[in-house]
């Protein structure tokens, strides 16, 4: 019943000529895709991006944006230059940008209630670090990550967020949360959503991200409570990311 949703986070890679290759190669890689299907390029790459993928069933993604609508923020980007840009999802609160650039969860909820104000889909990032999981913390950790992040939408808006469990441990490691573990986890998170916004719980998309690739999507991608992927090393190469986004091939 939920469309699953597999989505390739580039992070500080590809140079828009760079870009344009890698999108045209997956364009036809991934046409008879049964999933939807999104690429979060660096900003410079969103107009060779969104020329390549005008028409195709590949969506456009940042990986951040200000909360603000405008003014003296030197450095940043906002929803309406993200929209005009081609931009309709946008990572929020990736464990990067909380670990490298002071993201807090209050600033990712900032980000949270701009983006769907200006009609983004965010993908908010939740996750525990390895010694978190260690001392037992992950679940009440993920719930306060995603309440917080989520405070202030209506359950109607919440039904169409995308939230994706990053393990922090996992993240460019070649560790991959075991398929139950991800399972589990993402369980919780859909709790925590149902404690709060009810029903919005069983539309709300959950992705898992770290080391995902051809190799293990098929098993993450077979658990019932895991509804797509958020794909750092394996979305930058085409054959790779097209293998992913064909998980039950
Ligand atoms: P890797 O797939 O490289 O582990 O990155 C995951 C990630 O951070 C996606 O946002």
Redesign the pocket.
Known sequence: MRTPIIAG?W?MNKTPSEAKALVSALVPLVADAKCDVVVCTPAVDFAAVSEVIKGTNIKLGAENMHWKESGAFTGELSAAMLKESGVEYV?LG???RRQYFGETDATVNLRTLAAVKAGLTPII?VGEKKEEREAGYTNALVTYQTLIALSGLTAEQVAKVVI?Y?PVW?????LTATDEQANETIGVIREAVRSVYGDAADEVRIQY?????PKNCKGLMAQPEIDGG??????LKAEDFSKVVHFDA
């Not at 991200?209 to 690739?213: A, F, V, Y």
């Not at 958020?230 to 979305?235: D, E, M, N, Q, V």
Request: include cysteine; charge should be negative; aromatic fraction near 0%.
């Open positions: 986070n992070k990572i990736h464990s990067e990032c994706a990053e996992a993240i460019g490691t070649g991200g770290g080391s995902m690739n958020l794909i750092g090393g394996a979305s």
